[in-house]
């Protein structure tokens, strides 16, 4: 058999971003045998990691995972059903053909490992942290995993009662052929196994989070480069910033909590949310700087700049009274004020001010706010209307993938499986598409 390390699956960004995908959709299982999985993420997917690593070299993927790993895996683990089921099946099919092979001994480990992958209880696995996703750690991983699949294996076998693992190490001779037969075999049985009905809907949205995810982390990357060309400082710069803004948005996330403004939901949202308004204040803040010779908005680009959100919504809310007799202006106005009553956690006001907002302007980052936040609402079907005009409004391939995304999770979520998988497949075929071409980025996010 071909070993992982004579193809271009071994190459560090692609196994980077196999094992953090991995990771994401089926917990340190998932992390431990994705960075082995060469095609876990499929194709299309791995084409767009490939392609940003002959780009930016192999640390792309490091990259990707520094630039928002904590995000890709909330969206992932929200949005796709928990997969590690399958990665374990696939484990366990491709253990026993190895063994089947094998005529060097060492049945116990074989033994073990099948008794504890085939068993329906919850792996005794350690969690995976990010400083593990790094090439130089993969194959480490893949081993301690696999010393603790044996150790629980043989404590089930033997009803051991203790609640401690007893650990053993693996064999040179046993590691070594493993090295060089299991990886294709775990391809093969992975591919045979992703496509059941039980896994095939939940990783197909899968994969498409990880496309928009990586697209959108991935051209921050491009841009970031771009402006290191232009100015050495941008990046400790922006970093600066980004802790600054996450630092005020904790603040104002406890206090929506003390107020009692947090739902259970929203607490297990809080760090992907964190992250989105942390990118929705600095839009916002670009667009007041390109007003700043006004003097309002000079006033609340610097009440936002302080973290006074207090101060800025009370200055935008008289803002919004004052202009509703200047039609041209309101909608902007309603929709900025949305924004701010987000970055307080206050989506109730943030839904009916992106509401107003659309129902005055039909612009579609008007919609997409509005259709966010009703899903946020448990709106459903003020959602999914808005998102049915998106699609039809939208140009650019990447929305158009993104909007079909928040269709087909707004569907299955009011049981219209139907219609929940055509828009899936229509979003997958514009991204495989559009790796043809160049594709745009999308103006509006996927929901998590």
């Given at each position: 058999m071909t070993s992982l390390r004579s193809n271009s699956w071994a190459k560090p960004a692609i196994r980077i971003?196999?094992?953090?995908?991995?990771?994401?959709?089926?917990g340190p299982l998932g992390g431990a045998v994705g960075g082995w999985l060469g095609d876990a993420l499929g194709g299309f997917a791995a084409d767009l990691v490939e392609k940003y690593a002959e780009k930016f070299g192999d640390k792309a993927a490091e990259k990707l995972l520094d630039l928002g790993a904590d995000s890709l895996v909330e969206k992932l683990k929200e949005s796709a059903p928990n997969l590690e089921s399958a990665y374990r099946d696939a484990l366990r099919l491709s253990l026993a053909e190895v063994h089947s092979h094998f005529s060097g001994g060492f049945d116990d480990w074989f033994a073990n490992w099948n008794f504890c992958l085939a068993a329906s209880v919850p792996l005794d696995l350690l969690p995976i942290h990010a400083d593990q996703l790094v090439p130089e750690k993969l194959d480490d991983l893949f081993r301690l995993t696999l010393e603790r699949l044996d150790a629980q294996g043989a404590a089930m076998r033997q009803k051991s009662l203790s609640l401690m693992l007893e650990c053993r190490v693996l064999p040179t001779a046993l590691l070594s052929e493993l090295n060089s037969q299991l990886p294709e075999c775990l391809a093969e049985n992975f591919r045979a196994i992703i496509v059941k009905p039980e896994y095939e809907e939940g990783w197909k949205q899968a994969q498409l989070i990880f496309q928009g995810y990586?697209?959108?982390?991935?051209?921050?990357?491009?841009?970031?480069?771009?402006?290191?060309?232009?100015?050495?400082?941008?990046?400790?710069?922006?970093?600066?910033d980004?802790?600054?803004?996450?630092?005020?948005?904790?603040?104002?996330?406890?206090?929506?909590?003390?107020?009692?403004?947090?739902?259970?939901r929203q607490l297990e949202e809080k760090n992907a949310?964190?992250?989105?308004?942390?990118?929705?204040?600095?839009?916002?803040?670009?667009?007041?700087?390109?007003?700043?010779?006004?003097?309002?908005?000079?006033?609340?680009?610097d009440l936002l700049a302080a973290g006074n959100l207090a101060g800025a919504l009370r200055l935008k809310t008289q803002q919004v009274e004052t202009r509703r007799s200047e039609a041209e202006k309101l909608p902007r106005d309603l929709f900025e004020l949305g924004t701010i009553h987000e970055l307080r956690f206050d989506w109730p006001s943030a839904f009916a001010a992106h509401r107003e907002a659309w129902r005055l302007e039909r612009n579609p980052e008007y919609g997409f706010k509005y259709a966010y936040t009703a899903q946020r609402q448990n709106r459903f079907s003020e959602a999914i209307g808005v998102y049915e005009v998106l699609r039809r409004m939208y140009t650019n391939p990447a929305d158009v993938a993104g909007t079909l995304n928040n269709l087909a999770i707004l569907y299955r979520a009011t049981q219209r499986m139907k219609e929940a998988e055509e828009a899936y497949r229509e979003a997958l075929s514009i991204y495989v598409a559009s790796w043809r071409k160049p594709i745009p980025r999308p103006t509006s996010p996927m929901l998590p």
């Open positions: 971003a196999a094992a953090g995908f991995g990771a994401a959709v089926a990586a697209n959108a982390a991935l051209g921050r990357i491009d841009e970031a480069t771009q402006k290191i060309d232009r100015k050495t400082d941008v990046l400790p710069q922006m970093a600066e980004t802790a600054a803004t996450r630092k005020m948005l904790e603040r104002s996330f406890d206090i929506a909590v003390q107020e009692g403004r947090v739902t259970e949310d964190i992250a989105r308004l942390t990118e929705e204040l600095r839009k916002l803040q670009e667009q007041l700087a390109t007003r700043a010779s006004e003097p309002a908005e000079a006033r609340l680009s």
